[in-house]
């Protein structure tokens, strides 16, 4: 038995393998590499240290970009309102960004294991950039609102492709550890990007926020696209199935749509939501029915099937969701419960954030060691289960919050580099960026769901409508103690989905991660 047969995979798994000098397995550069049925094999990239570096410094730079601009347009909002003198537009200056990155992602994903890397993400940041100059030079609201929605497309790009790369450059043993700097990224990009926002706009003027988007995403192509070229290719040509892809970011558009607007705009049950909710519907029975007879869809359904990929999507959507909608309603119950101000709420969204990345860290650290790797997310959930009952069940002082919080965001930490390196890790390296892009996909729709979940569990249990920041006006005439009572539903929701991530963690298969070396030279000779 030699070392590759020894690794779990055997010589017939190997479909085409670039042919190599003597005693070099590594994939040359431009060549392509499919596997049939093994787990993807990390690839002997010939890169030094520092050029490894350099391309991670550059993809932590492409992916601040996109985590910035989800935040940063906040506290300018009032700004750009009075300048064009229309306020009921500015919540479409949020909106139009996030329906165009949610709904293009798996199409990126698709298009990078189609047309390759490099060509995706020059598009992304082209497309991100494009908008970026649109939006600051947009002379009212309405162009300003398509030019963001331009910039989702490329901003929605960004995150599948990021993740991909480094698929390609690291092996999956190590690759939970770079997960962890990302996280750290989103991070820095949601506490940083209002802080920023709002200096530039009162300060400087509101078009800066879109105006830095541009040397820093040259800056970033600059540092990544010289070493592109020494990045084994998995990529495989195909036709595009764009019928596919249009149904399903249809039915994406829809759904963001309904989430969107429902219980603001229009009732939840009102003709216009449940006529959307059944176009949804529509679209995404239509996009199942031609996945099935299409010789080769968009999104492959079996790919979405299995004992990994379903639970570890599972898994990573609602810790997500769980994330995202308390941290959206927290700042709410430390202003009217704790009578905090809104930049004193900000700061005590920290434990939340930035502990999860350490989570993300333990998890990632502990992959590149640990033969049973996912032993570090169910010990993460379990604790944060935990944590979770306690938030649910107990009033306590704010100190004692933060601590249960902090515990709560350590464990939910775990899921996040656990369940994508478990998915890449899975599939086949010529479906990498497509089952990334679709990991990305439902992760945001989870938690544009559970946003609005969350949003409706106050207002039927306050009667007051406190949906997407608009609470203000009944902030003051709330009561702490029918807010803590409320709360105790909201965190019993965010338990119940890292309850849910805890389930799926064991229940996923643990494949064993493939190591550093792509082929070993005794297969190769």
Not at 9 to 36: F, M, N, Q, W
Not at 320 to 328: D, E, I, Q
Not at 350 to 370: H, N
């Amino acid at each position: 038995m030699n070392k590759f047969e020894r690794q779990g995979h055997h010589p017939a798994d190997i479909k085409t393998l670039p042919e190599t000098t003597a005693g070099d397995a590594s994939p040359l550069p431009g060549e392509v590499i499919e596997l049939r049925d093994a787990p993807p094999i990390a690839p002997q990239v010939p890169l030094t240290q520092g050029e490894v570096r350099t391309i991670l410094m550059s993809l932590l730079l492409t992916m601040f970009l996109a985590a910035l601009d989800q935040t940063i347009v906040a506290t300018a909002l009032p700004t750009i309102g009075r300048q064009f003198n229309d306020v009921s537009s500015l919540a479409w200056v949020i909106s139009a960004y996030l329906l165009a990155s949610t709904a293009v992602a798996p199409l990126f994903g698709t298009l990078s294991d189609i047309y390759g890397r490099r060509a995706m993400i020059i598009v992304s940041l082209s497309l991100f950039v494009a908008g970026s100059v649109l939006c600051a030079l947009a002379p009212n609201i309405t162009v300003l609102i398509l030019a963001r929605a331009l910039q989702g497309l490329g901003g929605g790009g960004i995150m599948p492709i990021v993740q991909t790369v480094i698929s390609d450059v690291v092996s999956p043993r190590e690759r939970g550890q770079y997960q962890a700097y990302f996280s750290g990224v989103w991070v820095i990009g949601g506490i940083g990007g209002p802080i920023l926002g709002g200096v530039f706009a009162e300060h400087l003027h509101w078009s800066m926020i879109f105006w830095i988007n541009v040397p820093l995403a040259l800056g970033a192509l600059a540092l990544l696209l010289p070493k592109m070229g020494k990045i084994p290719v998995f990529h495989r040509r195909r036709k595009v199935d764009w019928l596919g892809g249009v149904l399903l970011m249809a039915s994406a558009v829809v759904i963001m749509l309904v989430l969107t607007w429902g219980g603001n705009r229009y009732q939840w049950l009102s003709p216009v939501i449940m006529a959307m909710i059944g176009a949804a519907i529509a679209f995404a029975l239509a996009f199942v029915w031609h996945a099935r007879h299409a010789a080769e869809p968009f999104l492959p359904l079996p790919l979405l099937g299995g004992s990994v990929v379903p639970y570890a999507m599972a898994a990573g959507s609602c810790a997500m969701g769980a994330m995202l909608g308390l941290t959206v309603h927290l700042p709410l119950y430390y202003e009217v419960v704790y009578r905090l101000s809104a930049s004193e709420a900000g700061l005590a969204l920290i434990p939340l954030a930035a502990v999860s990345t350490v989570g993300a860290a333990i998890a990632g650290k502990t992959m590149a060691r640990a033969k049973h790797y996912k032993r570090v997310a169910i010990v993460g959930t379990g604790c944060a289960v935990l944590a979770g009952i306690a938030l649910t069940l107990v009033t306590m002082p704010l100190w004692g919050l933060l601590a249960l919080l902090s515990v709560y965001a350590l464990g939910l930490g775990t899921v996040f580099p656990v369940s994508v390196v478990s998915v890449q890790n899975t599939v086949m390296r010529f479906q990498v960026g497509t089952a990334t892009g679709a990991m990305n996909f439902f992760r945001a729709l989870m938690a544009s769901f559970m946003v609005a979940a969350f949003s409706a569990i106050l207002l039927m249990s306050l009667g007051a409508d406190v949906s997407l920041g608009e609470h203000r006006g009944p902030v003051n005439s709330i009561v702490p103690a029918d807010m803590v009572v409320a709360f105790r539903y909201v965190f019993g929701a965010a338990t119940a989905l890292i309850a849910i991530s805890l389930l799926c963690m064991i229940l996923m298969e643990e494949k064993p991660l493939a190591g550093p070396a792509a082929v070993p030279a005794d297969l190769a000779e």
